[in-house]
Structure formats: structure tokens, C-alpha cells
């Protein structure tokens, strides 16, 4: 090797990849793999988000249902959200405490936080399924649920109740053991309000309160954890709903729908993780042509990806300080295996890497070429680590299913 100095240094502190273990579990072994591959692309945020409508990933001692109903579910969809498929078959799984501690410490040899995310008040029907009592039980049968085996945005969210409040510090006094990480994420996203509308009691809590509205209801809720993690020396984030209805004192936002929320918040003066879904959630299908396993979402191309830019222009230096850095986000509805993760991630975690280590030029003048000429050594390195990326050429190493799979059907939702 010639004698050569290197001056290099990350643009951002938070470099960040999240997983959802909840839709589809990944077995402790796939998540340190994870960790490694996170760690070889200098990503040092993992983002683990354990709980959701589907299932309940984290074992919590003084709540044991969470795990003994909230981990499986009886069967579950197969592909995108409309497909009529479904796998009859049960699926679940969780991670112990020692797991989580493994899983931390291996991390932490990496240089790489875990942020847990616990979602609330959102996405919670495991939970209920497992303890009906935190639904809202003056508005449905709760008793009736069980761990929902589909996808979409679910309308069974938690109560508005001191019960509830109790319960979920204790979850997270448990996951403040195993997590020393400076942030807790809370979810907060995707709460639909008609149980909250149709109950007496959460009306009653909007009247007790003063508040406004169900939106301030939510930001109530997310506000006592803000409070509540703070007194405990940790801040609380969460998805960028959570601006709905005020944003709580110190919180901070994970920007998903876009950038707006990011700009919002960090106008506000609250820090920000730039993830836009129409940008770097790596579910969303790679290539527009009809190869794609489960061709759901925008069409992200490796280049789309390679072009992002995580700080909008719209943003002040200052306020672009608030700007903590950004991640790419995996959720797995339509990802089953190792294999199929590795698909999605692949090769477009390269670009993202380097996007949030980098300081590139603007996204117009970046050069693609160039990168894709230092993807083909990179290329005989992830075949080294085993991941099972898009090819760049050549055939796709999915063998079309006919029918649902094989079409893309799941445009960009309406509603956004
Ligand atoms: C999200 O994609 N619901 C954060």
C-alpha cells in the first residue's frame, strides 16, 4: 500500500436503518447478520421495531400475555395488502431479555446504537389481543381480538386510560434496562381516531383535559412519555404524527411522510431523522418493470436512492442543525425471509450508506456512473457476506408466482 493519509468523517451522527421485526420476525442470528452488514456500511442507528398490530417481539416480565398471545398469529397475508392469498399457517416468535442484551452488546462492539421502538397508540392490536383491557372496550368486543394476520392501518387502538399509561410505563421501565440508548421511540403513527370519537370514556378524558380534539388526545398521550422518559434521563421520538394535535416539549421526529413534518419540527426547534417513505422505505419496489416479487409502493430506483438528500433546501443552517441525520427504513409485510430482506435492502443500502456518510454534491451533480463503477468491487463483497441483493444485471432470483404476486398493484396510497 502506497504511505496515503485519510481525512474522512461522517456528515451525520445518525445513520440509521430500521427493521421491522413485528410483520415478519427475524430470528436473533438475522438481526446480528444485520448488525454486521449495518456496521460494514458505517450505519451506526439501528432502529428495532418490536411491536406491532402483527405481533409483540420483546419479552416483558411483568406483562407475560405480550409475548404468550401477542408473538404469534394464526396465519397471515401473502404479498401486498389487497392480495386475496394467505399463508395458513401460525408465525411468530420474540426475543428474550438475554436476546435483547446480545443483541445491544453486539451492537454496541459496532458502533451501533439500537434505538427500540415500542408503537403506541397506534399499531397496538398484539397488545390488546394479549390484554383486551387496553382497548377501548366501551366501543368493541376487545376480548374478540386476536393478533391481526393482515395489513394496513388497524382501527383497534389503545384506551386513553390511566390503566393504560401504567401498563405501558412498566413495558418500557423494562425496556429502559435493556436499551441504554439515548432515544425511545414511541411510534405514534397511523392512530386512527373513530374508537376514540365513539368512546365515552376518552371523551370524557378530551373534556377532563380541556383538550381540543382526539389529535390533542394523542399528543397528551405521547406527551406523558415524553415527560416520563425525560424524568428518566432519555428522549423520546417518534413518527412524524406525532406533530398532530402539538408536538411534546423535548420530542423528537422521525419525518416519514415526506419532508414536511422534518420541517415543521425542526423549524420548531426539535431534532429530526429524515426518513420519506417516497425516498428510502426500502419495501417499495426497486425497478418499475413487472419482476419484482411483491412490486409494491413508489418506484425506487438505486439512483432514485443515491440522489436523496436528506436536508431540504427549504431549511436554514441553523434550522438544519436540527437535521440529527437519516435512515432507511425496512418494513417487512411483504419480506418472509432473510433472502427477501436482503433483496430489498440491497444494493440500495450501498447508496444510502453513503448518502448519510458523505458529503456529496447536490443530487443532480452526484455521480451515479461513478458509484455504480465502485459498486462492482462491492458487489464480489456482498457476494463474500452472503446477501442476496438485486442483481444489477442478468436474472432476478425470483421465479414469478402467477397471479396477485407477480403484479403491481399497490400504487402509492391514496391518502398521501
Ligand atoms: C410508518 O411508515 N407508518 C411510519
Known sequence: ????????????????????????????????????????????????????????????????????????????????????????KPHGGYYTRDDIREIVAYAAERHITVVPEIDVPGHSQAAIAAYPELGNTDVIDTTALSVWDTWGINPNVLAPTDNTLRFYEGVFEEVLELFPSEFVHVGGDECPKDQWRRSKTAQARIRELGLADEDELQSWFIGHFDSWLAARGRRLIGWDEILEGGLAEGA???????????????????????????????????????????????????????????????????????????????????MEDHARVDYQAFPRLAAFAEVAWSALPDPAERDFDGFQRRMTAHYRRLDALGVAYRPPTGPLPWQRRPGVLGRPIDGPPPSR
Not at 456496521?39 to 400475555?65: C, M, S, Y
Not at 419525518?255 to 413534518?261: L, M, Q
Not at 431549511?315 to 432507511?328: F, K, N, S, W
Open 1 to 88: 500500500m502506497p504511505y496515503l493519509t485519510i481525512e474522512d468523517a461522517p456528515r451525520f451522527r445518525w445513520r440509521g436503518l430500521m427493521l421491522d421485526v413485528a410483520r415478519h420476525f427475524m430470528p436473533k442470528e438475522g438481526v446480528l447478520r444485520y448488525l454486521d452488514l449495518m456496521a460494514a456500511h458505517k450505519l451506526n442507528v439501528f432502529h428495532f421495531h418490536l411491536t406491532d398490530d402483527q405481533g409483540w417481539r420483546i419479552e416483558i416480565q411483568r406483562h407475560p400475555r405480550l409475548t404468550e398471545i401477542g408473538s404469534w398469529r394464526a396465519r397471515t397475508k401473502t404479498g401486498h395488502r389487497a392480495s386475496p392469498l394467505w399463508e395458513e
Open 252 to 334: 423528537a421526529v422521525s419525518s416519514w411522510r415526506g419532508y414536511a413534518g422534518g420541517i415543521a419540527a425542526a423549524r420548531a426547534g426539535h431534532d429530526v431523522v429524515m426518513c420519506p417513505e417516497q425516498q428510502v422505505y426500502l419495501d417499495h419496489r426497486q425497478d418499475p418493470g413487472p419482476e419484482e416479487p411483491v412490486p409494491i409502493g413508489w418506484v425506487r430506483t438505486l439512483e432514485d436512492v443515491y440522489r436523496f438528500e436528506p436536508v431540504p433546501p427549504e431549511l436554514t443552517p441553523d434550522e438544519a442543525r436540527h437535521v440529527l441525520g437519516t435512515q432507511a427504513n425496512l418494513w417487512t409485510e411483504v
